[in-house]
């Protein structure tokens, strides 16, 4: 999956009530400071093209996920919904974030304590990240929508057993979301700064000569009990899926995710098997 590869990567912490939590990260944004405490934490960089470092590794893949080099790290899945979007500038800042796609995403992280960014917990390498390779045309991005009566959910298969493993929500779950999101999204790019586990955005883009196009993971949903607690092993196959709620309901989706037939109208489906490197 080249699609992408002239993209900015940006992602959402915090995004959906109880996921910090569940993923053992809230105490690394103890000393971050949000205008509404109900709100995201912050925006973190997973892939900026042309940076030398791990940042400039391409990370996305939408069939597979590569585990890290060292076996005792602890990787889980994040189901999350993807944005692409057109960005713009004026005077060396965002102007405006126009989402035009969303689909399937999994913002796959390393479980690390002590990492001093959250980045470094989210792009090792190759396919370390995915987005569904069905993506949707977004109409408007505000509230009566089309995305009104889409959902999301996720399954882990591991050998002959299927589990649940995040919720499944309804898009309009997030803390924040349609124009209240990309005003947020607007705002924290522009103003985000060096601090605790959050890295200066608008310095990165500027070196990266100011990309015009952004994939955007919004936030990822809550665990279920199963999820929380598992993490991936090689051999798993991760499936993320966001669907219309008009066509489908969980049950059907669960019984078309074992089958493996979600390659249907209304479905974006994000299907990852799991490997070592």
């Known amino acids: 999956m080249a ?9 959402i912490a915090g995004n959906f009530a109880l996921h910090l939590e569940q993923a053992g990260e809230l105490e690394d ?44 790290l602890n990787v889980q899945a994040e189901p999350e919904v993807g944005l692409v979007c057109e960005i713009s500038y004026e005077d060396g800042k965002v102007k405006s974030i126009t989402p035009k796609q ?29 987005l569904s390779s069905t993506l949707f045309d977004i109409d408007i991005f505000e509230e009566g929508s089309m995305l009104d009566h889409w959902r999301i959910c996720s399954f882990l298969r ?11 929500v309804e898009l309009s779950g997030y ?20 601090h605790g586990p959050l890295e200066p955005l608008l310095e990165y883009i500027t070196k990266a000569g100011f990309p015009e196009k952004v994939v955007i993971s919004i936030g990822a949903t809550r665990y279920t009990p199963y999820g929380e607690t598992t993490f991936l092993q090689e051999g798993d196959e991760v499936i993320v899926v966001v669907y219309d709620n008009d066509l489908y309901c969980k049950n059907p989706i669960l019984m078309m995710a074992q089958k493996g037939e979600l390659d249907v109208p209304g479905v974006s489906a994000l299907v990852q098997k799991v490997k070592r490197a």
């Open 3 to 11: 699609l992408y590869k002239d993209y900015l990567g940006l992602g």
């Open 29 to 72: 944004f103890k000393d971050v400071v949000t205008e509404d405490p109900n709100g995201p934490k912050g925006m973190f960089p997973f892939y900026v093209p042309g940076f030398d470092n791990q940042l400039g590794i391409y990370p996305l893949s939408d069939d597979t996920i590569i585990l890290p080099d060292d076996e005792n």
């Open 102 to 130: 969303f689909g399937a995403y999994n913002d796959c992280s390393i479980r690390k304590e002590g990492a001093k960014k959250i980045s470094e917990k989210k792009n090792w390498g190759p396919a370390s990240k995915g």
């Open 158 to 168: 591991s050998g002959d057993m299927m589990m649940r493993y995040g919720e499944d």
């Open 175 to 194: 803390s924040f979301f349609y124009q209240k999101l990309v005003a947020w999204m607007t705002n924290q790019i522009n103003t985000q700064v060096d």
